[in-house]
């Protein structure tokens, strides 16, 4: 089956910091693209980062530029997120997802559970 | 880039239900569609304007032209009730409209 885990949610605190992982199986991880997209409580879908399946280009929205570090192991078919001086606007549900060409994809096709992150003293 | 849909739209089971998305130039990029029930992921309804995965009933159709993309859901069903996003690619990155609540009546 292919799918998407993600792990490494949690409660930290505001200038903290927080690494997720995106554990992907059922599918040849190396040739997809990966993106990390988050959803606030209530609120909607924001893209946030993007890796490609070699692992360059790398991508990320302003709002976590020079935060977060999106990187990937195609030998143990992971993605990470590297989350830095995290804030409360950064509370959300992260969830990543396949892009489904394996390049240049325009659309998502694959997306884990989401894991929840909650930045709050 | 902003996309913008309607917050909500409200349906009677078996009737049509068309979700609006509207940005510069939309119909100049690709549209994708994801729908979202209460608690669970995104699923991806549909790519490259009006395409489905494998396993999206043909009751979904998209397309897209000018400056807006459309949803069109044809005999609603209980079950279509969820939150509907749109999505495009801005080279190099992607952009998710603001979500339109779907409720069947």
């Known amino acids: 089956e292919v799918q998407l885990v993600e792990s490494g949610g949690g409660l930290v605190q505001p200038g903290g910091s927080l690494r997720l992982s995106c554990a992907a199986s059922g599918f040849t991880f190396s040739s997809f693209e990966v993106n990390w997209v988050r959803q606030a409580p209530g609120k909607g879908l924001e893209w946030i980062s993007y890796i490609s399946g070699s692992g360059s280009p790398l991508f990320y929205a302003d709002s976590v530029k020079g935060r977060f570090t999106i990187s990937r192991d195609n030998a143990k078919n992971s993605v990470d997120l590297q989350m830095n001086n995290l804030r409360a606007e950064d509370t959300a549900v992260y969830y990543c997802?396949?892009?489904?060409?394996?390049?240049?994809?325009?659309?998502?096709?694959?997306w884990g559970q989401g894991t929840m992150v909650t930045v709050s003293s | 880039y902003d996309l913008t849909q309607p917050p909500s739209v409200s349906v009677y089971p078996g009737q049509t239900a068309t979700i609006s998305c509207s940005g510069d130039r939309l119909g100049d990029k690709f549209a994708s569609w994801y729908q979202q029930r209460p608690g669970q992921s995104p699923v991806l309804l549909i790519y490259r304007d009006d395409k489905r995965p494998s396993g999206i009933p043909e009751r979904f159709s998209g397309s897209n032209s000018g400056n807006t993309a459309t949803l069109t859901i044809i005999e609603t069903q209980a079950l279509d009730e969820a939150d509907y996003y749109c999505?495009?690619?801005?080279?190099?990155?992607?952009?998710f409209g603001s979500g339109t609540r779907v409720t069947v009546l």
């Open positions: 997802a396949r892009g489904y060409r394996g390049y240049e994809s325009d659309a998502f096709d694959i």
């Open positions: 999505q495009t690619w801005d080279t190099p990155t992607y952009v």
